[in-house]
């Protein structure tokens, strides 16, 4: 069992910055893979980012390259800084935990890969 706690969101105005912090629990020993999702408003939710368990692999929404980062300092903290945020940004964004055996590639981008989820940060980005 894994507890995710996510951080950080907030109310930014276009073109501005935040960062996001998900701090894990728990038995962070299985933990491989680290991911954020985000489901706006009337809409599914998408996969934003993915970092792997040796932080040596990350993946990223095309929506979301170039502007946000993902890292991590070791199985506990998990961040996402967002840069250049605008309106279509806005949502409530989610961190999940993959666990070992760990997803690879293509698989990383997907929910179902992931075992344990945060309960979610509010990002709002106004124009």
């Known amino acids: 069992q894994v507890q995710l706690v996510e951080s950080g969101g907030g109310l930014v105005q276009a073109g501005g910055s935040l960062r996001l912090s998900c701090a894990a629990s728990g038995r962070t020993s299985s933990i491989g893979t680290m991911g954020w999702f985000r489901q706006g408003p009337g809409k599914e939710r998408e996969f934003v980012a993915a970092?792997?368990?040796?932080?040596?692999?990350t993946y990223y929404a095309d929506s979301v390259k170039g502007r946000f980062t993902i890292s991590r300092e070791n199985a506990k903290n998990t961040y996402l800084q967002m840069n250049s945020l605008n309106i279509e940004d806005t949502a409530v964004y989610y961190c999940?935990?993959?666990?070992?055996?760990?997803?690879?590639?293509?698989?990383?981008?997907?929910?179902?890969?992931?075992?344990?989820w945060g309960q979610g940060t509010q990002v709002t980005v106004s124009s």
């Open positions: 970092i792997s368990w040796s932080g040596g692999s």
């Open positions: 999940a935990a993959d666990h070992f055996p760990m997803c690879s590639g293509y698989d990383c981008y997907e929910e179902g890969s992931y075992r344990d």
